[in-house]
C-alpha cells in the first residue's frame, strides 16, 4: 500500500502546485451534537489553514493514514486537573480526550470556537510531540477571559514559535513514515 505522505509528496511534485501538509483526524463518540461540531471543526480548518495545514477530517482504517483520533469520555480519570478540558500524551502521539462533563462549563455565547480552540490546543501538542505551554496564544497552559474573547472573533492564534514545532513535527512525521512504507 502506498504511504500517505508519500502519496501526497507525488502529487504535488506532479501538479507542480505547492500543496499543504494533511493531517488526518477521526473525532469519535463525539457527545457533540451534528452543527456544534460542523462548526467546531470548521474552526479547527481555519486555525491550521492560516499556518498551512489542511485537515482532514476522516476515521482512516490505515493506522498510518490515521494520525489523531479526538475522543470524548465522561470522566477525566484520577490525576487529572479539576480545571482540565481535554488532555493528551503528546508522546503517545495519536489521542486527544475531550472530558464531555465539562464542556457545559464553557461560555454558551461561543461554545463551538472554544471547543474548536481546545481540539487545535489538543492537536498541537500532539503535532510538536513534546509537553510544553507557550506564554500566549492557543498553546497557553491557562486561557484568560480575554482569550475566550479572542476566540469568538477567532483571531487568537499559534505564537511563531508554535507553528515552527508544529511544522517540524510534521516533517518528522513524515521522516519516520517514508522508510516503513518503501520497505519491500
Ligand atoms: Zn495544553
Given at each position: 500500500?502506498?504511504?500517505?505522505w508519500?502519496?501526497?509528496l ?5 501538479s507542480g502546485?505547492p500543496?499543504?501538509p ?7 463518540r ?11 471543526r ?7 489553514r492560516?499556518?498551512?495545514?489542511d485537515?482532514?477530517?476522516r476515521?482512516?482504517?490505515s493506522s ?20 482540565a478540558l481535554?488532555f ?10 475531550i472530558?464531555?462533563?465539562?464542556l457545559d ?8 470556537q ?12 500532539l ?5 510544553r505551554?507557550?506564554a500566549r496564544g492557543i498553546?497557553?497552559a ?7 474573547y479572542?476566540?469568538g472573533?477567532?483571531?487568537l492564534?499559534f505564537?511563531?514559535e508554535?507553528?515552527?514545532m ?12 517514508v522508510?516503513r512504507?518503501?520497505?519491500?
Amino acid at each position: 500500500m502506498k504511504g500517505y505522505w508519500v502519496g501526497l509528496l507525488f502529487a504535488a511534485q506532479l501538479s507542480g502546485q505547492p500543496v499543504l501538509p494533511v493531517v488526518n483526524v477521526c473525532v469519535e463518540r463525539s457527545c457533540l451534537d451534528a452543527l456544534t461540531l460542523r462548526m467546531s471543526r470548521r474552526v479547527v480548518d481555519h486555525i491550521y489553514r492560516r499556518i498551512g495545514v489542511d485537515i482532514e477530517w476522516r476515521c482512516a482504517h490505515s493506522s498510518l493514514e490515521r494520525q489523531i483520533d479526538i475522543r470524548f469520555v465522561k470522566s477525566a480519570g484520577k490525576g487529572r486537573s479539576a480545571n482540565a478540558l481535554a488532555f493528551t500524551a503528546p508522546f503517545e502521539g495519536r489521542t486527544v480526550w475531550i472530558l464531555a462533563s465539562r464542556l457545559d462549563q464553557l461560555p454558551e455565547a461561543n461554545r463551538e470556537q472554544v471547543i474548536g480552540y481546545l481540539m487545535a490546543h489538543e492537536m498541537g501538542h500532539l503535532l510538536q510531540g513534546v509537553a510544553r505551554h507557550s506564554a500566549r496564544g492557543i498553546m497557553k497552559a491557562s486561557w484568560t477571559a480575554h482569550d475566550f474573547y479572542l476566540m469568538g472573533k477567532e483571531t487568537l492564534n499559534f505564537e511563531p514559535e508554535d507553528i515552527d514545532m508544529i511544522h517540524r513535527g510534521l516533517r518528522q512525521r513524515m521522516i519516520a513514515q517514508v522508510p516503513r512504507e518503501t520497505q519491500p
